[in-house]
């Protein structure tokens, strides 16, 4: 049997008509860069995140840089994040001109360890970027408490967290402001590229819209430097369609992560995924560790069962950033997630015959 890893195909089909008619209706409005689909589903994406502004953007690295611009963060400042993420959390740091300051990880959650922040904050520390890792909320209240404390703003970066939720609150609700991607392989994906931030400042969302379109408050009157960072009118009649389905599809890919829980939990060398007490948890990735994870990757894959992994290299190790002079050994958890990790297949549309497939294989490797 195979068991791809993704399978974006299968749910385009279960809404075919449905986007074909939002489609059909971008073209008859000639509606292309942003305009009101982009609009209504900025309303619709704010509501959803019991925020009172979304503002649609290129991408999810898009939304990261203009929301650390809305907050004035530029060259000789630092902000606090984790080096077991994707490279666009810190990239939107660098590309502002300031420095990503990497702290480890908690060993259960795979998420920033609170306890870690207070030893990273010098003088020249602005903001802290709590990265809601594979679909599950870093533990915000103390995050919040330090934040406030030390007179820091937080950015989640909840680009794969669409609908997760931290003691009954939304993803992206909780810090000053909140990024999403919609990557077409992300828990709300576009078809195409796209992101949004969500905030309740009216102050931010109105910087925010004035940079992502080359800082005009009307067109041709600039009053800031800005630049384009719109999201396409296509993206936003598709998130429209997608958003509807978003309950039912993050309550199917629960039940997957219930049943490989079940498969697989017990199972000597491996770690399954731990849900916090705090969290609903939207399992965008289903990583569980192992020892010989590489070897397992592969032998899966001879099987055609397509599996991954998320990270094979902490930020802090890759080249891009060796200048920060952070060595191996300087984040041991995230070192040992970034060797041990193994993403399981994951999506609404999985079979429950593709998860017990996956699970016997994997125990027969063991
Ligand atoms: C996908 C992702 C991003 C970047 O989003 P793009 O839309 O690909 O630019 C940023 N942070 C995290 C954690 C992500 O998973």
Redesign the pocket.
Known sequence: MKVPFLDLKSQYVSIKEEIADALQQVLDNTAFAGGKFVEEFENEFAAFCNCDHAIGV???????WVALLAKDIKHGDEVITVPN?????AE?ISICGATPVFIDVKEDTYNMDPDKIEAAITPKTKAIIP???YGQMADMDPIMEIAKAHNLFVIE?A??AHAAQYKGKKAGSIGDLG?F???PG?NLGAYG???AVVTNDANLAARMKMFRDHGQIKKYYHSIVGWNARMDGFQGAVLSVKLKHLEAWTEARRKNARLYDKLLGNTADIVIPKEADYARHVY?VYSIRTKNSDQMLQQLHDKDIYCAMHYPVPLHLQDAYKDLGKGKGSFPVAEICAEQQLSLPMYPELTEEMITHTASEIKKLL
Request: hydrophobic share 35%.
């Open positions: 290129g991408n999810g690295t898009d939304a990261l993420t994707f490279i666009a959390t939107a990265v809601h890792l970066d680009s794969q990024c991607s919609f990557y992300k590229e796209a992101g965008h």
